[in-house]
């Protein structure tokens, strides 16, 4: 089984980098072959993990985090991103969670392919 890590630093809003993430990651999580695909949030990407966003039209980005996690994709927050955030506290869209540098650290080594938004 292929293992692919994204890694997100882009915001949720103001540009297309995030969304252009999930929409690979759904794609990828979605084949038949399953490939393992883990998303690690970084710097103001850590925003997508709080869940009752509205974008002005619908919540989309959580619709897709959510489906994410039905895949079984594991999502992490990075602590320090989240830390300087104010978010590490708050709840979170289940099924996702904070990470450490480490537990990147880890993902990275183990990854046959890393991608970067």
Same mark, same amino acid.
Not at 6 to 28: D, F, K, Q, V
Not at 66 to 84: P, W
Not at 93 to 112: S, Y
């Given at each position: 089984?292929?293992? *692919? &890590? *994204?890694?997100?630093?882009?915001? %949720?809003? /103001? ?7 999930? =929409? ?6 979605? =084949?038949?072959? $399953? %490939? ?15 869940? #009752?966003? *509205?974008?002005?039209? +619908? #919540?989309? &980005?959580? /619709?897709?985090?959510?489906? @994410?996690? /039905? ?14 955030? /104010? @978010?590490?506290? &708050? %709840?979170?869209?289940?099924? +996702?969670? *904070?990470?450490? &540098? ?10 046959? $392919?890393?991608?970067?938004?």
């Amino acid at each position: 089984m292929q293992k *692919i &890590l *994204i890694i997100l630093h882009a915001p %949720p809003y /103001g540009s297309e980098r995030c969304l252009s993430a999930l =929409r690979l990651a759904t794609a990828l999580a979605g =084949r038949d072959d $399953k %490939p393992q695909v883990r998303i690690f949030l970084m710097s103001d990407a850590t925003v997508l993990g709080l869940p #009752n966003q *509205i974008d002005g039209a +619908t #919540n989309g &980005l959580q /619709g897709m985090v959510e489906t @994410l996690v /039905g895949y079984g994709v594991d999502i992490r927050l990075c602590r320090t991103c989240a830390l300087a955030r /104010g @978010l590490a506290e &708050l %709840p979170l869209i289940p099924g +996702t969670a *904070i990470g450490t &540098l480490a537990d990147l650290a880890e993902a990275t080594l183990a990854a046959d $392919k890393v991608i970067t938004f």
